[in-house]
């Protein structure tokens, strides 16, 4: 709501400049809260891990104490680096292709409707099949290196792109196309000069859920044959019962899927200084 | 120079491959002109597939029933060779509720992995006990359940020690090979073509492979050394553990006396007569020659170690 | 600090009043802070209006109309100085229902037909019956000029439409203070000109207190009996000008020499605003 | 772009009804290829997969051919569907329930600021663990049976659903906050009366992608130990080398899915009726 | 079928001018379909125009104002008719830059910077280089009265400011034919005052053919030499109003008689349309 209290009206002899501090010292203390709370709310969930764990004598198997992860995660941190970099590596390329064959699909769709009616419904259909059925296709046609894993990033990563770049291209302002037309630009330069500015805000709504989900492509890539990597690791432990290191290693992943959404957004920041209107 | 050998697996390289690992590592392969890659499997992908594609030379895969239903969908592959003599697969209960025999079984809860489960009606059926009388549930590969009460039985690979700390010292074990159901662990295939085609090649893995593995049961601390430089994510001592008894399993009387990767193709036949009355082969049941080949056995008869 | 107007001359002089004034404002200020900018929207206004008036306010852009409005409407708190609407605090005559309120876009509910969405101040807010006497939704469609559309959704209507759903909505219940924050000023002169009418007859009808906002000069000037107008940067009062046009007015009016006159006046003043 | 190019100008006589006609006949068409053209993408779509197999001899346990893919599905329907029914029950179920969660929590997370700024980063953190590494806890923690299925189908779609209904129900327009305030609505009629409409089309939109992660859902927690099921089917298909079977039990999960997807739209179109103004 | 009008009055009787018309339209008639219904925009609307006039078009919602500046611009075909842009199509006019559009809302692209806005019509349609004595980009805003704005995003600019961004966009490469589309529609009635007397003072400088598309009687009677008035459903001229107001104008006509006659006659013919 835009109610914008500032102080009840108590005595007119309050300056501008009083006020102004009470509302500097508030607004302090909303940034400093909205800095705290995630810590504060991390703080609450360890504590609650670890109290049930402690509480109910959880046998380390079923779940490790926060403090056992923490351990395990200083003891390892070299091997858990070691396997983070292949996965990292899947993860970012799969990213860059991906994204970048759901951009040039958008950009066809966009150009030609009966491409885009003849086989949006196909990729609807390709984009329900669970990934991991998939994937052993993949490793068929390229072998176990980190191809089918970049592969199965890639694809993962695609399809939220493609339907958010072909929303964010559709998106221009019909008085901005008219412009273009009254000024005879061609194709392409409305795609360059309208088209490709507009979508990005759509864009990079997308980029930042890929961000995510590459990571996880990259995992769950490394599930049908990689001998290193955050996947490898995670199945090794899953069968050894080494919760800990299961623990540890989720972890891992999951800080680097966050780092790299962190990434994104700071480009985003970077490349998007416009004030875009009516964007997601 | 030498040729790359690409040996793809049905799961993660490790304490399975601990002679192909110590034979890379030490120049087996490569007196052999051979650099061997070991090539990982998964949850889900056995591997088989890609082999038989061609696009590697050799695959192992972790048990021999994944060769027989390959051959009995035509995919032209052969075993040419067993690691473990016989398989550690076995079910662990606890002392409070033992399964010691077949027999036990009766009234137990068992919980096996969708794919396993067919070994258990094979042990049942083979020990003339009622299916009725146990119930199958479902599961992952995990031991949690037992240790929660939600079932009496699970499975498992005796060499797993690092999985079977879980259970503890009131672990009761009962193997699969014990209770009548003989199945070979780790065997090695190849397809049809590079079978006669390259067939040395095949000759000069399992020569440089044997020699390794010979190595490691002279030299098992040494040997679980090399792994782990091999398999970096492994640890030390859980493989230290489970090479003895990987080993127990990899060398009995049939290597003492015909050398490491021995097979018996009566043992073979015993399974598809098995697995074909339990109805597991929807297309055909296939004959022995369909799923394995002594050839590279006969041809490296006499430099395959022979201990046991 | 701005001059303290007095508009309830009639008012006998003790400061006992047979009814109370419809608003009283003195000395208000307001102030905004945003990203460690401050911004004086209002100060020191002052202002008294009686019952069954209709002031227009005018101001150039950024001048605190709107947060005048939203002042006595409960919706801001001001930072300073103290308002009464019809005796009581703002808070107090919002709970009361005292005070109805028309927006720049209609505000309606999108998924609720005309007549649900004149219905809405009696589902919310405690749920309220109307009193015995009172305009019920339909007669206040029928008032507007929307008879027949009743079951039609926002989307169906056009703009005019809306604004006239809106006003609707405001009258229900009777509010003794109507406050307009350009309720017309996103639609076109002719469409904008018959409602300019049609909201004098309204008021004539009902004989609610209006306030309304305008940057319109021949609206504020069509439509007040006063015209007060705003300063901006910070929002003050600049003047208030009295309009002697003749009652009930038509829009031939517009044409007359006092009102070319009265425009070219507020146009002046507006300059130096 | 928004040239609505008519006729050319021929000649005055061309009379309106005459144009009329001629246009009629071209929306017609348009009409017609919409509804065409997603067959013919998928027609183009069956005959390359069948030209592969059988140009490159592709040799069935790589890639069945279409054909036995669809006699397979015709021989083994009963069988299939009989799978399809527990899978179709758990992710009715857990989207059900996943939605009903994230639909709850977003109400909390919109009356109290603090909550949303606490427990958000976390949600975003748990998400981006791979559902394959949370689901053996689940099980863990459930058992077997239907439930922890149902509840990886939930979780996965949790997210995107909170995600988006957070959104939606602070999408309200500031013009009617203000209004429902001059009406002193309580906060509860404030939600019932105004951000619960308000978010329906965000809702929906992410009900619509929950579809479809549902079917995944389900079927990734059969994988982790189920006698029945789609996800059993593949697994078993798998095992045995009856690609045939993968293929025909795969397409019979994404056929469920899309109907599930369809269903939803349905819904949504009976459901909201009105114009939104900008939502996604 | 409405009448033909001509407005080229000084042209010689034989048909043989000097300069071609900038506009010359005979029954020019617009139909669109959307789902299953027709809409008549324009039926027989001829028009002609003499280069370096200003001509506003009047008319209610929906009559096709915007329709047939849009025919002119090449954005719509007319289903009958012919259209003559300075003796050529409009589609030759349009690649020949000889139009230039200002749209209601200034359509700038937001990641521009205002003189890279301005720039633009030289980045696309093929590169273009600015004839030698065309004013460029810096000049034109510098006409617009943006000197010093060069590097604003278009979300650093008020409407106003924005609309005049618009306005130097439209002029860059002297087009002999400005439409613009009610460019001042969005702004407020101060802002919009003075615009219009700042398009007077381009036009006066530039020299263009101006048609202005406008529903304000005030802004219509303001700009134009002449006033076109448009009836609705279907679309077509109801008639051709000559302004006699003296040139060069000022805001302070709009109190003269002459204006407040032109506006109350303005007014009852929009009332019969
Ligand atoms: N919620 C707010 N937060 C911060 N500043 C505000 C807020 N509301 C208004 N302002 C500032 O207060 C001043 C007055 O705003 P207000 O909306 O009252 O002006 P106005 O006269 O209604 O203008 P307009 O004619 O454009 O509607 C402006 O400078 C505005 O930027
Ligand atoms: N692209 C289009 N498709 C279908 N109908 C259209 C289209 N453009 C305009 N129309 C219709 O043509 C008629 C004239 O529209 P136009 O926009 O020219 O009117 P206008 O005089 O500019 O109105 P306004 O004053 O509201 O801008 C209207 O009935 C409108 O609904
Ligand atoms: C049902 C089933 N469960 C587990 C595995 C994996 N697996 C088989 S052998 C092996 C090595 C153990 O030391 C592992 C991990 C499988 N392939 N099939
Ligand atoms: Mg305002
Ligand atoms: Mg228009």
Known sequence: ?280 | ATTTVNMQLGWLGGGNQIGEAVAQQLGYFEQEGLDCKIQAGGPNNDGIAIVASGRYELGQVSSSPSLMLAASQDIPIRCFAVSAQQHPYAFFSLKKNPVRTPADFRGKKVGIQATGAVLLRALLAKNNIDQKDVQIVIIGSEMTPLMTGQVDVVTGWLTNTTALKVIGADRVDLKLWDAGVRLYANPYYATTDTLTQRKDLLVRFLRAAGRGWAYTYANRDKAVELLIKQFPNLVAKDEREAVDVMLAHCFNANTMANGYGAMDPAIWQDQIALYSQLGQFAKRTPKVDEVMTLDILNATADVRPRIG | MAAALDMAQDAPPGGVTAAPLALDCRDVTVRFMSERRAVTALEGVSLSLESGSFLTLLGPSGCGKSTLLRVVADIVQPSAGSVSVLGRTPAQARQNRDIGFVFQDASLLPWRNAIDNVRLPLEVGGRRELPAGAMRPQDLLDLVGLSGWEKALPHELSGGMRQRVAIARALLGGPRLLLMDEPFGALDEITRDRLNEELLRIWAETGTTIIFVTHSIYEAAFLGQKVLMLAARPGRVRELVAVSLPEPRRLAVRESPEFVALAARLRALLETC
Request: net charge positive; charged share 10%.
């Open chain 1, 1 to 280: 709501m835009s109610l914008q209290a500032t102080m009840p009206a108590t005595s007119a002899a309050a300056t501008a400049d009083a006020m102004d501090a009470a509302w500097l010292a508030a607004q302090q203390r909303l940034r400093w809260r909205r800095r705290i709370m995630p810590l504060f709310g991390g703080a609450a969930l360890l504590f609650v891990w670890w109290a049930l764990v402690a509480v109910f004598q959880v046998r380390p198997f079923i779940a490790p104490s926060p403090e056992v992860v923490a351990i395990t995660f200083y003891q390892k941190f070299g091997m858990l680096m070691q396997n983070l970099w292949p996965t990292a590596i899947e993860a970012v390329c799969g990213f860059l292709l991906g994204n970048f064959a759901a951009i040039t699909l958008a950009t066809v769709f966009v150009h030609r409707k009966a491409v885009d009616e003849a086989f949006f419904p196909i990729a609807v259909l390709i984009n329900s099949i669970p990934v991991v059925a998939k994937a052993p296709i993949l490793v068929l046609l390229m072998g176990n290196g980190l191809s089918p894993k970049i592969a199965i990033a890639g694809i993962i990563v695609f399809f939220p792109t493609l339907v958010n770049m072909v929303r964010g291209l559709e998106a221009v302002n019909p008085q901005a196309m008219e412009l273009m037309h009254v000024l005879s630009a061609t194709k392409w330069e409305v795609f360059m000069k309208l088209r490709l500015q507009t979508s990005l805000p759509f864009l990079f709504s997308a980029l930042k859920i890929a961000a995510s989900t590459a990571v996880v492509g990259a995992i769950v890539g490394e599930w049908i044959g990689s001998q290193e990597g955050i996947g490898a690791l995670i199945i090794q432990a899953t069968y050894n019962f080494d919760s800990a290191l299961l623990y540890a290693t989720v972890l891992c992943g999951s800080f680097f899927s966050i780092l790299f959404f962190l990434t994104i957004r700071l480009i985003e920041r970077f490349v998007v200084r416009w004030q875009p209107e009516g964007a997601p």
